[in-house]
Nanobody, 120 residues
């Protein structure tokens, strides 16, 4: 069983910045990609960004790419999401997902999520 542990959520004012972390119990070298998703109250889960572990290629939701940055630290088995110029509509539970390599049957795992609340 692969465990993902998010941290870094909290209360932030509009215009502020925040960095979320997602640490995996599995060596990040056994993971193909890691992603962030978010789910706001009363809304469907929304994909935020993905990073490929091998070459670090990143992709973002079009509406978020100007303020969100996804990156990783292989040595720490950790992926990050930096959010700038936060807006009240960023309030959501942010979850990370990991897609494993064939060695781990290509399975996908989810973290429990971390709450981000942006006050106006």
């Amino acid at each position: 069983q692969v465990r993902l542990m998010e941290s870094g959520g909290g209360l932030v004012q509009t215009g502020g910045s925040l960095r979320l972390s997602c640490t995996t119990s599995l060596s990040i070298l056994n993971i193909l990609s890691m992603s962030w998703y978010r789910q706001a109250p009363g809304k469907q889960r929304e994909w935020v960004a993905t990073i490929k572990i091998d070459y670090g290629m990143t992709t973002y939701a079009d509406s978020l790419k100007d303020r969100f940055t996804i990156y990783k630290d292989n040595a720490k088995n950790t992926m990050y999401l930096h959010i700038d110029n936060q807006k009240p509509e960023d309030t959501a539970v942010y979850c990370c997902q990991a897609e494993c390599t064939r060695s781990y049957r290509g399975r996908k795992y989810w973290g429990q999520g971390t709450q981000v609340t942006v006050s106006s």
